[in-house]
């Protein structure tokens, strides 16, 4: 699960919209009992495998599995080797992985960055690393004009040759960052981005270490591009700061910018495979199961441990993939609609691999049904799951009658309870969400263990996985065997895909 939003827009490519009229066809076609053949594959998820999976994946030699790193590809290789294992299909071509360009971008020393800030009163130069970082797009990013203090949920307007200013508050940093600003941006000429920061110390200081180590994007840096910087609004020289809160005109005020990066190309891998469908017509739809294998690889040493295992976030998400793959594997005959499963990379760096994916499909985007993604399932509760998303689709509905049908899993299943922390847009499913894939995310939350280095896999609550598991199974059964296919609340389409209302 990533700590920090990351950036990058998608396009949406073709999807169909379908109305909340098809949600009772989809919940109506439900069965009584599953078959002895359905039980017998849900059999197949069980807590002795899910601790073998997980053993390998959350032990010390992965070394926190970051993106890019040999143990994150030694994760890939062990996933593709259970697809294979269980008679999956290769979902790229004739390679279980799908590996995708990305470049590690290494911040130059302090006295290569600059923010300087001209007003009415005289130049006011800031600290690198202590009042302002950057964000890289570029090796060189060289910029200089007047500033213009935009609203960041807003239209812009006149910003070309501008440095465009927005301020940010703990309430609205997540979803402007995620939901359109560097969108809006490509539209302009703007001199350069300034960001200003309202938000708590800690929260700033969490964001300034995630910036200010190597940043990583997917495909290749461009050579120069306008220059983006951070700044706490208590940094900004007097008079200023009033400007950038009331939204005021900034007339006398300008800006002088100025960043370099080294920059190394590598790849980083998602792994995929699939099982065809078995229904003529309805094979050529995908329903998509998906968790991130990755995590943060060493770090800071806590009590003597530098290594985040990441057990929770997200082994225990990629060893449940692996055992409904399996499940499904087993089932006599498979669902009526193609399943796909992939374990993707680069969440924690800014949801990478499932953005890569969303703009290179293996299996179209328009003929993917809904995705079912898991991300930390392993901790918290023992008898409730958090999916987020049920409100917008019939398949809110349909995960709660499958629930409810297999009372023996003692898994109830809730709304998101934590609005204001944007998980909705923190995890993989956001990326088939906004090119207008119907999603359900089952999550647990996090706790004390999260991005610790103790996120171990002895703290992982194996029976809960696996009746989670099971749950997704039986829904995934579902929705893969429907005549229907699962339909958006039109307003839910509106505001996550079209984002023409909130």
Known sequence: MMGMAGKGQRIVTGACVLVLAGAAPLVAQMQGAPSAGVEAAASTITVADMKIHMGVIAHDSMRGRDTPSPELMQTAQYVADRFAEFGLAPGN????????PISSIVPADAAAHELTIQGPDGETRLAYGEEFFTLHDARLAVGEGPLAVVDAESEFGDVDGKVVTVLLTAENIRPVLRGGLSEKLGTHDPAGVLIVLDIPD???????????????????????????????????????????????????????????????????????????????????????????????????????????NGADDDASGTV???????????????????????????????????????????????????????????????????VIGKEESSLGPLVEQVSARHAELDMAVIDDIWPEEGFYSRSDHYNFAKNGVPILFFFNGTHDDYHRPSDHADLIAYDKMSRIGKLVFYLGY???????????????????VDKTSE
């Open 478 to 496: 579902e929705v893969a065997n429907a005549d229907e296919r699962p339909a958006w609340r039109p307003e839910a389409y509106n505001r996550v």
């Open 320 to 386: 449940t993939i692996i055992e409904l793959a399996q499940a499904f594997a087993a089932l006599p005959v498979p669902p009526r609609r193609s399943i796909v499963f992939i374990t993707v990379s680069g969440e924690e760096k800014g949801l990478l691999g499932s953005a890569w994916y969303a703009d290179h499909p293996t299996f179209p985007l328009a003929q993917t049904v809904a995705n079912l993604n898991m991300d930390m399932v392993g901790r918290n509760w023992t008898d409730t799951i958090v």
């Open 93 to 100: 071509g004739d390679s279980y992985l799908q590996l995708y």
């Open 202 to 308: 800690n929260f700033f200081g969490q964001l300034k270490s995630f910036l200010s180590g190597t940043q990583t994007r997917v495909g290749e840096v461009d050579e120069e591009s306008f220059p983006a910087a951070f700044v706490a609004l208590s940094s900004l020289p007097p008079g200023l700061a009033e400007i950038v809160t009331s939204a005021a005109d900034a007339n006398g005020w300008s800006v002088r910018m100025r960043s370099e990066a080294s920059v190394s190309a590598v790849n980083a891998p998602n792994t995929i495979g699939w099982i065809e469908g078995s229904d003529p017509v309805l094979k050529d739809e995908y329903l998509v199961l998906t968790a991130h294998m990755d995590h943060v690889g060493v770090g800071r040493p806590v009590d003597g441990d530098s290594i985040y």
